[in-house]
């Protein structure tokens, strides 16, 4: 939890120098923070935390859509976004609404939004790619940016699948490591990306 | 539960692995690719400056022939005739008048000549021969003022001095068609940046900066441009906040 923390720090001090995509990580990771506090609450006052952790990739998604919703440059790639943004919300409806209870760890919906993160990630690749516009993809915020989500969602693609599974079997074993380690790189990642964020990039 | 525990392990390590290996990929690619384009710039500029090149020789290769073709064949006949003309009886009809005649032709003839190949660039250096041209313009009613530093310019390859040569020419003939000045400067300088040379003029400013429909190719704008790429120079153009143009062309020296 408290490895968002620095990000925040980093994107706070550099907020004026951030583009509008950047901001709107920046935002993201607030938001984060005070929903893993919410979270945290719960869990001390020993009230359940599984509403709040099932409409938790809904707001995460919203951020990551409009964060590469507004770097992309070609409409297709926009409009797939929106496609993409509006399939997973109407799933995670059916699979929160019909298909389970929202007091039960929605695991589908994780995976889903894991595989549509994932379809974006390669996306932006395919685009820079395109554009051949940096030599040094690695001076690039959104390189990292993307190069963290791809890591972070691929790595916990399974993990969630299972997570049924994992929860009543070993519900503290060491599969949730993975996920915290996974998660400390991207928040990581987060402040290498506020930082080359607000440099002026040249080729 | 042992075995979603294998699959959970080898399915995210394998993830990780593939995630991992798409990232490197990409940068490497990424660099390969730039590198590459990087290259086919290279490449395609080399050509453009090659083709500017063999387009200005030519030209110039065709203009040198037609200047002496001028001054050999036609400056000679012309010549003879002055001297024939010379020999008749001045008080024989249109006598005087033929006389004035060829000698007009000879004067056209030798200032043609000079405009296709500047003779004094030939055996002197740029400094000299824009001294040259701005006095052949005596008879246009625009004052002229041509200043220079003590610097020698003979260094100077002959074609690269030329092309400077026919940019300052192509400036005149625009500010004479377009500016409506009453006078125009020409300063001709060495500084550390290169050879400088300024031409400024005190006119409505109107020239286009570049070929428009109103003035499709008319004004040499091409030609400027493609000789001052030729040199290797740049061009600057500036408006006077008030009345005419400043241009400035830097050559720079290796």
Known sequence: MFSIIPSALVGGIVYKRLNRSL????????VSIVWDAMSYYCYLRQLSNMALLNLYPLVQFGFIALIYFFISEKKYWKISILIM?????????????????????????????????ITICIGYYVQILRQAEYM?????????LTSGYLVYFSGTLLL?????LIFENDPGGYHWNIRQFLQIGLNMIYVVTFWLGCKKLTS | MQEINIIVILGTAAMLFLAIGIIVFIVVYQR???AKQNQISKIRLENQEKLI???????????RRIAQELHDDIGASLSSMRFIVGKMDPKLEGVKELGATVSRSTQSVRRISNDLLPHVLEELSIKEALGNLVNNLECIPIDFTYTSDDNDYSFLEKDVQLAMFRIVQELINNIMKYAEAKNVTINLSRSNEGIMIVVSDDGNGNIPEQDTLKHPRTLGLKNIQSRVQYIGGSIKREKNPQRGTKVTIIKPLV
């Open chain 1, 23 to 30: 901001k709107i990580l920046f935002w993201f990771i607030l």
């Open chain 1, 85 to 117: 943004s509006l399939i997973l919300y109407l799933f995670s409806v059916y699979t929160i609404v019909i298909m389970d209870d929202i007091m039960i760890f929605n695991s589908l919906q994780r995976y889903v939004e894991g595989i549509i993160v």
């Open chain 1, 136 to 144: 040094y993809l690695e001076k690039t915020p959104f390189f990292w």
């Open chain 1, 160 to 164: 969630f699948l299972f997570a049924r």
């Open chain 2, 32 to 34: 390969k690719m730039f």
């Open chain 2, 53 to 63: 090149k063999a387009e200005i020789d030519t030209k110039e290769r065709e203009q």
